[in-house]
Every structure is written in C-alpha cells, then in structure tokens.
C-alpha cells in the first residue's frame, strides 16, 4: 500500500512522465499559446473537488515548481450545500494530493434551485463564479483559473449550434466585467477529458462528481441525461469513424472564416456579408 506522502509524490511524477505528452505538453502549450500566466500574477485556482480542478491544482503547483519566473497561487474550494461526505472527500484529497486549500460557504445551490426554476445550471454557473471572484479579490489575487478542458470547449461550442442557433466558443481568457482587474484564465483548455480520466485512474484517485441537489434529483428519478452529455455520447459516437474529430472542432475555432459567413457579431454589433458585397 502507497504511503500518503509516497501517493502525492507519485502523482506528481506522473504528470511530467507518465502524462508529459498528454497533459503536460498541452498545459504548457495553453500558457504560451494565450500567454495566460505573467510574472507577478497572484492566481487563485478554484477547487471543486471534481477530477478536473484537482488536475489544475497539481498542475499549477509544478508549473510554480518549475518556473523561471515568480507568481503567487491561492487554492480556494467553495462549498456551496455540499453534503458532509462530499466535503470530507475534498478535504480528505487536498490533504493527500498535498493541495492547501482554502475553503468557505455560500448558499449557491439553494439560491440557484429558486431563482433558476427548472433549469438552475447556467445560475448556479454565473452565482459561483461571483463568489469565487469576491474570495480571491479578498486574498489579494487579480486572477483566478478553472479546470475547464478542451473537451469542455468543444461540447460547449457543440451546444450552442444544436441547442441555441449560434456558433459560440469558450474562451481561454477572459477580464471580469464585475470585478475590475479581474480575468479568468482556463490553463487546460489544451487538455482533453479522456487523458484527464487516465491520469485518474493511473494513480487510483477517486473525486466527487456535481454534487448539487438538482442534478442528484435528475438522477434519483431517471429524467433524461443532460444536454452536455449528449453531446459527449455524439463526440464519442463520431470518433468511431474519425478518432481525430475533436482535434479538428478544436482546430476549426481558431480558424474561423469570416468571409465565408453570412452574417456575424462583433462587439454586441451584427454584421452581414452585404455590407462589403457591393
């Protein structure tokens, strides 16, 4: 049996061997590509206790390990109605992933199941990441990083065709409109889910999953799965016949053709091909 201090030695060795390919290269490729990291930064990196955060702390600690340049790092978990056992998972993984988390309450999940009717998601989304704003400006910080992953970047964009009538991606960065001096950075937007689901089951860790009351009803009572996972069953069913097809979504939103388009927005502003067409 692995010792505690073996286990986190061992994770973070994996990240820069055993997944230098697959996570590390691509984390740094982020950081360069959208130049998310500056020296002097103080980064608050939010922790929810799911596999994905918990990558980005680990991450983060290494880059700090390995940089040449300083910044500053707050770990901040937000409990907002967790369970008990959910947040004794977390705690109970900072503590062996060597993570120094900060933790406080809100009362997102029960504010975000009135104000947000039958679909609190996107409210729930919006509430947090306030709060998460307001914690690391306390703590000093003018920035603070998720763990959203290309995976993430792609459904979302899939989405928004499907379900919204729009093309509309999911920046790598972006400044608060609330908190002035504020961005938020996303430094495993490079990072795909499957090799972040590797990386969890190499080193034997166990997360929580969403852990709000609604998504937990949605499943006691066998309602239809979320609109997110159907777009993962339809990337993982056009895999099948192309294993590239994520790379190339991801590809195809930095290499959008504007001239080809008959109408676009920019800046809140619509644009239509007409206007440059006589």
């Known amino acids: ?28 490729e982020a950081l360069r590509a959208y130049r998310l990291i500056s020296p002097g930064d103080r980064i608050a990196v939010c922790v929810s206790g799911g596999k994905d955060s918990m990558l980005l702390a680990k991450l983060m ?3 700090k390990r390995h940089s040449d340049y300083e910044f500053g790092l707050e770990f901040i978990c937000m409990d907002p ?17 060597g993570v120094p988390v900060r933790f406080f309450k809100s009362d997102v999940f029960e504010a975000a199941e009135i ?6 998601c996107y409210m729930c ?13 306390e703590l000093g910080c003018n920035k603070i990083a998720l763990g959203h992953h290309r995976s993430d970047v792609i459904e979302t964009t899939l989405m928004g065709m499907f379900y919204g009538g729009q093309i509309q991606g999911m920046m790598p960065r972006l400044k608060s409109n609330n908190f002035k001096g504020m961005e938020l950075i996303r430094p495993m937007y490079c990072i795909s ?4 689901e590797h990386w969890r089951e190499y080193n034997g860790l166990e997360f ?22 159907e777009m993962k069953e339809l990337v993982k069913q056009l895999k099948q016949r192309n294993p590239d097809v994520e790379k190339s979504i991801f590809k195809s939103l930095h290499n959008v053709q504007l001239d080809t388009l008959p109408e676009y927005k920019s800046g809140g ?10």
Not at 208 to 229: D, N, P
Request: glycine share 6%; hydrophobic share 40%; with cysteine.
């Open 61 to 63: 600690q290494e880059l």
């Open 1 to 28: 049996m692995i010792e505690k201090d073996d286990k986190k030695a061992w994770v973070e060795r994996s990240i820069i061997t055993k997944f230098r390919k697959t996570i590390w290269a691509p984390f740094l």
């Open 81 to 97: 109605g967790y369970n008990s056992e959910n947040v004794e998972k977390i705690k109970s993984n900072a503590a062996l992933l």
């Open 269 to 278: 502003k619509k644009h239509s091909f007409l206007e440059k067409f006589d």
């Open 115 to 120: 104000v947000g009717g039958d679909s609190p």
């Open 208 to 229: 929580i999953a969403c852990a709000c009351g609604f998504t937990q009803k949605l499943a006691e009572s066998g309602q239809a799965r979320s609109v997110r996972a």
């Open 193 to 196: 889910e499957e090799d972040i």
């Open 125 to 137: 989304a919006r509430m947090r990441r306030g709060y998460l704003y307001a914690r690391a400006e």
